[in-house]
């Protein structure tokens, strides 16, 4: 059972600083909830007596999202949900929508975090793989005496394992920033113990750009969650696809580059079977997202074969 015995709403960001600066030992921060109050009703840590909770889910400038020189700066209180029904977001974010329509169901999207998503860091979070591909980076904040002290850093330098993140006890992640990157062809890959309402076992995200005639990898971004402790970006294979022709070949030759990347103590030949499905069809439906009906033949040759 949780139990709390204040719990404060306050509606700017100096602040919750102010009230997290002094909040008893034990306290802690919420924005949507839905990592926190399982967490606590599950019991997963016994009875949970936490003496203060601050929700940040009101303050105003953790809310709302702006591009800038070829950037995506997210606030803290950004919602699965907007990722599907945000046109800026699902045109600057090729591979989101297609993270989100799979992530939980409508009332948990409405108030799941990207911010609560990479600070709960489960090791095959849904939002790490494509923050992972799309250069994030996290803000946060905290109090030095009567002054607000930034630091951002890169999401891949940011989880360190599962459930550890590099941020202090007194620290605030206030946005996610990330490469705006329309234009280019996403997928979002993730399997579980069920296909809806799962945690994921393995995710993947994908991004790629051809070149001008529609022949070659010009870009290419993917990323993988679940495969080890932290998540990792797949930058050997977006080496040896850039500047390749744009084939079936080439692709399955892509993904039998898997070897090293499962680095999971359990269930590793099973990891290895999904990761090089998943580098093949990530790479296919991005390509389809893209318009090359090249891939979609794929696609379906795959599945009919
Ligand atoms: C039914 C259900 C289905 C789910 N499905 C999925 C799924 O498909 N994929 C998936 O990845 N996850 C899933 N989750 C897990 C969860 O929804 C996500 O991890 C979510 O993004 C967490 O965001 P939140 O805002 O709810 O975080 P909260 O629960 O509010 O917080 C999570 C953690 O982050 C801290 N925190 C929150 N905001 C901040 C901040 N601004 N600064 C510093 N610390 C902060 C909190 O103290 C807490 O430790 C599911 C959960 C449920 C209950």
């Known amino acids: 059972m949780l139990l709390c015995d204040q719990y404060i709403t306050p509606l700017t960001l100096p602040d919750a600083l102010a009230q997290w600066a002094q909040a008893p030992e034990g306290s802690r921060l919420v924005t949507g909830g839905t990592d926190l109050l399982p967490w606590a009703r599950e019991g ?40 599907l029904v945000e046109d800026d977001l699902r045109r600057d974010l090729p591979c989101m929508p297609y993270c989100a329509v799979w992530f939980a169901d409508d009332q948990i999207r409405q108030q799941a975090t990207l911010a609560g998503n990479l600070v709960n860091a489960s090791p095959a979070a849904d939002g790490t793989a494509p923050m992972l591909a799309l250069n994030g980076e996290i803000e946060i904040v905290r109090l030095e005496g009567d002054t607000v002290a930034r630091r951002s850093l890169p999401v891949a330098d940011f989880v360190l394992g599962p459930g550890k993140v590099d941020l202090e006890h007194d620290e605030i992640a206030t946005a996610v920033t990330c490469d705006a990157l329309p234009g280019y062809g996403g997928a979002f890959e993730k399997v579980g113990q069920r296909r809806s309402l799962v945690i994921s076992t393995v995710c993947a995200a994908c991004l790629v750009k051809p070149d001008h005639d529609r022949t070659t990898f010009q870009d290419v971004r993917l990323a993988m969650a679940g495969i080890g402790p932290v998540p990792v970006r797949l930058t050997q294979i977006e080496d040896f696809l850039t500047g390749k022709s744009i084939s079936r070949q080439t692709i399955r030759e892509a993904a039998a580059m898997n070897d090293g990347l499962v680095n999971s103590r359990t269930r ?8 090089e499905g998943f580098i093949e069809r990530s790479l296919l439906n991005a390509l389809s997202d893209y318009g090359l009906e090249l891939a979609q033949e794929d696609i379906r040759e795959m599945a009919n074969a």
């Open 268 to 275: 590793q030949a099973y990891r290895k079977h999904v990761v």
């Open 44 to 83: 997963r840590a016994g009875d949970v007596h936490v003496p203060m909770l601050i929700d940040l889910s009101r303050i105003g400038e953790l809310t709302g999202t702006e591009t800038l020189d070829g950037r995506i700066r997210m606030g803290a209180n950004t919602v699965f949900q907007q990722f």
